[in-house]
């Protein structure tokens, strides 16, 4: 029997998968977010992320994909800030760190950790109170390291993660004076026959 | 098996005066190559998730003193709180003191409650002043903050006076949250707030939920 055609399709599916495939960054929790009809693409770039997960265990990242230094300026200034005497090499390795959810105090403990090994490390989350805690310093940090430039905040919460978590979060950014957020989502459909969908076929019609 | 077969007799004639030509076989055994093929495609299936994240906008207000906030007017106004097991409760306008505007309902027919709030105060509505300008920036637009202009723009203020009150309880998980964000933007709800609850309010989630 002749495969030749098979096997050219089995190919091209393969080529496929492996154009449209994007690795992304390993994270210390696995999160499942929640579905919204919002269809604004998730920024990789100037953009600072706090993940929250389902025991409310809170993690803080800095996304500069273009810019490296940028994430290493931040390190350094918090280290600055808040006196953590980390050394140049772990300041380098929170580079290579996707996020982190230790407080300031166990910090060198974990950047002392190589990246491939951070994810046996359990960390215990970012401490937040409701005046914000610890996330509040991070944030401030972050943004006054970014100065100038046009940064965007990201949330993302798992789905079964109560609601305090949420607004502790919340109440960590806006005692920085930051009101405007952006949560991670998954896309889904706007519901048949509601105003949203209306209102975008009208979008689409109109650009056709 | 697939095999790319390249010593055919290509273009040659074989003929009597023709030397016949010694061939070395150039079939290659694709077999191998075939299987690890396979196990890419498998690979790369169970790897890729094809759904890309998306970004939910949010924008909180100040934590202003009370003279500062906008004044919300009770015909308008429709408060939506977020209880324990997905449960929500809902009431128009002002809390009766008797608590007889306040129902339980669910995230299904939330939707349902939310437009028909709508439809009552576009009923209700009552030409104004205010109202003239606000059909102006919807005729206009926003080129800013990507509005594009409104085709509907007469249509734009009949609703200015809803306001969607959110208030979820401890209990809420964060799904019910932004799935409830999320009905906003599903029916066009243009002014809404996330607030919390009120001692008053606590009670009356708490006594529902244990009566049930």
């Known amino acids: 029997m002749d495969m030749t055609p098979f096997v050219d399709v089995a190919f091209l599916i393969l080529t496929f998968f492996i154009m449209a495939t994007k690795f992304k960054p390993e994270e210390p929790v696995e ?27 809170v993690f803080f990242s800095v ?27 772990e300041m380098k390795n929170f580079v290579r760190t996707p996020s982190v959810g230790v407080p300031f105090s166990g910090l060198k403990q974990l950047l002392a950790i190589p990246q491939e090994d951070q994810k046996n490390f359990k960390q215990p989350g970012i401490p937040l109170d409701t ?15 970014f100065s100038g430039k046009k940064l965007l905040f990201l949330i993302k919460g798992d789905n079964s993660a109560k609601y305090p978590s949420f607004k502790q979060v919340l109440n960590a950014f806006k005692k920085n004076e930051i009101f405007k957020f952006q949560m991670i989502t998954m896309l889904e459909d706007a519901p048949a026959g509601s ?14 | 098996m697939a095999s790319i077969d ?15 030509a010694k061939k070395l076989s150039t ?49 308008g106004a429709l408060t939506i709180m977020l ?18 505007n306040f129902h339980t309902t669910t995230f299904k027919s939330v939707r349902d409650t939310i437009i ?78 996330m607030v919390d609850l009120f001692p008053a309010e606590k009670e009356l989630i708490k006594k529902t939920e244990g009566g049930n």
């Open chain 2, 116 to 193: 028909q709030m709508k439809k009552d105060v576009i009923n209700a509505h009552v030409h104004d002043a205010g109202c003239t300008k606000i059909q102006e920036e919807a005729r206009v637009g926003n080129p800013k903050l990507n509005i594009p202009p409104d085709p509907n723009w007469k249509n734009a203020c009949l609703d200015k006076d809803l306001v969607i009150v959110i208030k979820p309880d401890d209990e809420a998980t964060y799904k019910n949250t932004i799935d409830i964000l999320d009905e906003m933007a599903i029916s066009a709800i243009k002014r809404y707030a």
């Open chain 1, 131 to 145: 005046l914000g805690g610890e996330l509040y310093y991070w944030i401030r940090d972050a943004v006054g390291t």
């Open chain 2, 83 to 100: 209880g324990k097991n997905n449960v929500v409760y809902v009431y128009r306008g002002q809390l009766l003191p008797d608590a007889s």
């Open chain 2, 6 to 20: 390249e010593g055919g007799g290509g273009g040659h004639k074989k003929g009597p005066g023709v030397k016949k």
């Open chain 2, 27 to 75: 079939r290659v055994d694709m077999t191998p190559m075939v299987d690890l093929g396979f196990l890419l495609i498998t690979f790369f299936i169970f790897t890729t998730t094809m759904s890309s994240p998306t970004t939910m906008q949010l924008f909180m207000p100040k934590d202003t003193d009370d003279k500062d906030q906008n004044k919300a007017k009770e015909s």
């Open chain 1, 31 to 57: 999160i499942k977010t929640p579905n919204s009809v919002s269809t604004r693409d998730l920024p990789e770039d100037d953009a600072i992320q706090v993940t929250f997960d389902s025991t409310g265990r």
């Open chain 1, 195 to 208: 105003e949203l969908a209306i209102i975008r076929n009208r979008e689409k019609a109109a650009s056709k």
């Open chain 1, 63 to 89: 996304l500069s994909a273009k810019d490296p230094t940028i994430k290493y300026n931040v390190i350094k200034h918090i280290n600055e800030t808040r006196t953590l005497g980390l050394t140049e090499a």
